[in-house]
């Protein structure tokens, strides 16, 4: 198995895109130390701990809860991972907010807030991961395809989510001495529950007739690609892979 022996964090790791993640890993042998945000997704946590344990008897797993919008909360996770597993090998950040409204209904909090979860967070996880991988590691953050597109309503994610791309490009470049690849995927609207609630059922017609098929971006479209970075893929550095089945080219 390709990961055997390795060990891959995930940020935001047991449910929707982070849990199909989880599942693609652990079936190439790779062990998991799972993040999760609130003590409400502890019950996922332990479904998707019989999933993986389904899928791969012989992996590790670990699940860790915390508010990553702080540096020291950041260090925290990646101590207590290396405390339990000794090493990472492979960091995937699939932390994230959406927020659809006019700039200006958009407050200073709300700004404050996107801009904590998807810039402040994926800059503290690059930075710690840049420290703590092992030589020949992986680094991949889920952006999104909104950067490839000029969208109103979307502002402050799509701009929240932009820093990360010039992130990723920086550090790919300060680890290439250790061949370390680091890369964004940036999906199209996903079918996911933190899709919907943003969306009126017009608007969810319109993204689905934007993509290939006529549908939605599945996670089950994404991990594999996940997967592929971490295995054949290695090669691959400071890219952002627009994955959206045609949602927007760039």
């Not at 332990?46 to 899928?55: H, Q, V, Y």
């Not at 502002?155 to 990723?168: C, D, I, L, M, N």
Request: glycine share 10%.
């Amino acid at each position: 198995m390709a990961l055997s022996g390795k060990v891959a964090l995930i940020t935001g790791g047991v449910k929707n895109l982070g849990a199909e993640s989880a599942l693609q890993l652990a079936g190439v042998g790779a062990n998991l130390a799972l993040h999760y945000h609130s003590a409400s997704s502890k019950e996922n946590a332990a479904k998707l701990e019989a999933e993986l344990k389904k899928k791969n008897p012989s992996v590790k797993v670990a699940f860790y809860q915390g508010d990553l919008t702080s540096a020291a909360a950041v260090t925290k996770l990646f101590q207590d991972v290396k405390k339990d597993f000794g090493q990472i090998d492979i960091v995937v950040n699939t932390v994230g907010m959406v927020l659809k409204k006019p700039i200006t209904e958009i407050s200073e909090k709300e700004y404050d807030t996107m801009f904590a979860i998807n810039s402040k967070a994926a800059f503290f996880i690059l930075k710690e991961a840049a420290a703590n991988v092992t030589d020949g590691g992986k680094i991949i953050t889920i952006v999104t395809a909104l950067l490839g597109a000029f969208t109103g309503f979307y502002t402050s994610y799509a701009g929240s989510k932009a820093p990360v791309e010039h992130f990723t490009r920086g550090v790919c470049k300060e680890l290439q001495g250790r061949r370390v690849s680091v890369n964004n995927i940036a999906p199209g609207p996903m079918d996911t529950p933190f899709f919907y609630p943003q969306e009126s059922p017009e608007a969810v017609e319109f993204h689905k007739a934007n993509g290939m098929g006529n549908r939605l971006t599945m996670v089950q479209d994404i991990a594999p690609i996940v997967r592929f970075l971490c295995t054949e893929g290695a090669w691959i550095t400071g890219q952002t892979i627009f994955a959206n089945g045609g949602y927007t080219t760039r």
